[in-house]
DNA sequence: TACATATTTGCAATTATGTTGCAAATTTTA
DNA sequence: TAAAATTTGCAACATAATTGCAAATATGTA
């Protein structure tokens, strides 16, 4: 387990530190998508502030984590499928936000629909962000 | 012109007062929408950060402004078509973020469409805001 | 393994962003 | 025009994010 996390890290060419570890292990057991906030408070050994805002910098440029535009407008994150390379992502699902839990949950098997644009708009990439109840959380 | 702008706010029961009026006006001019800080620095006699951050509250919950979910999790507001009411928005139209200007427009012809979730799931709102170059900025 | 080099971390300081209470100013109502 | 209601601006505070730099850690190589 450690393991892969590590090669994750080597294959991307980045240092193999213990912050990183732990952080990318929050990733892969969090059940939907983390904010700075949260990864702050999960922290064992604490880690600074400072060091969580790099990593997770360091992480969306090489394509391992990506951003959600979440409605309420807070930074959140989650991890990105295989297809990610350093420099630009394909992060191309549609991601839900249960108002009842907070969760964030990335849907890879739901893609954004593409739409049809007034003329001379020329898109390049779609977010798609849906709010409501999540399966756990529906009465 | 500011008369329309001075019967909107009383059709709205809020006061007229020189900070909305002005920061009305902004809105109808604007290109594209407006975060807290364009507003700042455009007004042209200077209004306090706290009002301007009231006002744009009040317009919200009035249902003369929405706010917009961009993808690099920014603030931004942009006038509501005339179908909102006190207490619940009606913006279900696309959102586009020109990566070259940074203007971010509304689309307001273009709806935001229906997709189908995984069991379980209970959609209750949806946003999407597409990235690109809009016409004036393509090449 | 041990050392030199490169990278990363944590701290302190700074800046940006957003909120609250309250008295003074402005707007509305009558 | 005066009283009542609302809004504004200031000060203080709280939180979020960024930067520079020295110390600590990780990597590559002999």
Chains 1, 2 share one sequence.
Do not use: W
Not at 4 to 17: F, G, Q, R
Not at 62 to 79: E, F, M, Q, R, W
């Amino acid at each position: 387990m450690s393991e892969a996390i590590k090669e994750l890290l080597k294959k991307n060419h980045m240092s193999v530190t213990d912050s990183r570890l732990q952080i990318l292990d929050m990733f892969y057991h969090a059940p939907g998508a983390l904010a700075h906030a949260d990864i702050e408070k999960k922290a064992s050994d604490k880690i600074d502030r400072v060091t969580i805002y790099r990593t997770l910098q360091t992480f969306e440029e090489k394509g391992i984590i990506h951003t959600i535009p979440t409605a309420d407008n807070s930074v959140k994150y989650a991890l990105c499928k295989d297809q990610c390379a350093e420099g630009h992502h394909h992060d191309n699902h549609v991601h839900f936000v249960c108002d009842q839990c907070g969760k964030t949950i990335c849907l890879d098997d739901v893609l954004v629909p593409e739409v049809k644009l007034p003329t001379g708009f020329q898109p390049q990439q779609s977010n798609m962000v849906v709010n409501g109840f999540c399966s756990d959380c529906r009465s």
